[in-house]
């Protein structure tokens, strides 16, 4: 990885994840502030240059149309999920599926498998299918290279993710419940062979009991030299060797 683009990572809770690139880009994955009980309060972003959304749930959408209005941000999703946003006034959108990669704000952006569901309620409290559930793969200026999973359980084809794009950091979903736990994100570090994890959407409802402590002990008994780096809501961490 080169140093000369380093970027930050903040964690904004739940599965909200800020990227700042050196050149003052901002990136955000699944926007949920609104309605968030781990959302840092009062939180808000001056600039918005890049929206990825992993699913139509409503924690991983909620702040996706207000902020792609406000800042003229690009929406990033399914195919399916943009064409609802354009719906909604969203005015730039890039739809794409799994398997498929784009240049999106200065980022080599691929789409990738998650084994989940996705749907929402539309305005009449009907349950809408919101197409397939997917992660991230990103790969920043300057090479570092990113997996975000978006809400999903453990598979084996995490290994395929490792081989193809060797993303140094993970983003893995640890509550357990709807997601993988502390356990199999640990199995997923394995897969992955990556370098360093952050543990998110945990902490955020009653129902998602895994904590990070729980991934710590689980990587030590399996094995794994991945190093967790544990943040609260509104830490940064600077992705730099």
Known sequence: MSNSFPAKITWLGHSTVRI?????????????????PS???????????????????????????????????LVVATYDLCEWFASKG???TSGMNIGGTQEAAGCK?????????SGFLDEEGR???????????????GGFTLYHSGDTALFGDMALIGDLWRPELALL???????????QAARACRLLNVRRVIPIHWGTF?????????????????????EMVALAPGESWLAVD
């Not at 690139?21 to 309605?35: E, I």
């Not at 349950?127 to 200026?141: K, M």
């Open 127 to 141: 349950s809408v299918y919101g197409g397939v559930a997917t992660g991230f793969v990103v790969q920043l200026p």
């Open 90 to 92: 969203v005015e730039r």
């Open 173 to 183: 979903p640890i509550g357990g419940h709807y997601t993988m736990d502390p356990d």
């Open 109 to 117: 952006v691929t789409q990738v498998r998650a084994d989940h569901t």
């Open 20 to 36: 700042d690139l050196a050149d003052g880009t901002v990136v955000v994955v699944d926007p949920f502030l609104k309605g968030n």
């Open 206 to 226: 009653p129902a998602l009991t895994g904590r990070p402590d729980d991934l710590a002990i689980a990587l030590r008994d399996h094995g794994c030299p991945t």
């Open 39 to 73: 959302a840092p309060a009062g939180y808000s972003f001056e600039r918005l240059d890049l929206i990825l959304v992993s699913h139509a749930h409503a924690d991983h959408t909620g702040d996706v149309i207000p902020l792609a209005r406000k800042h003229g941000a």
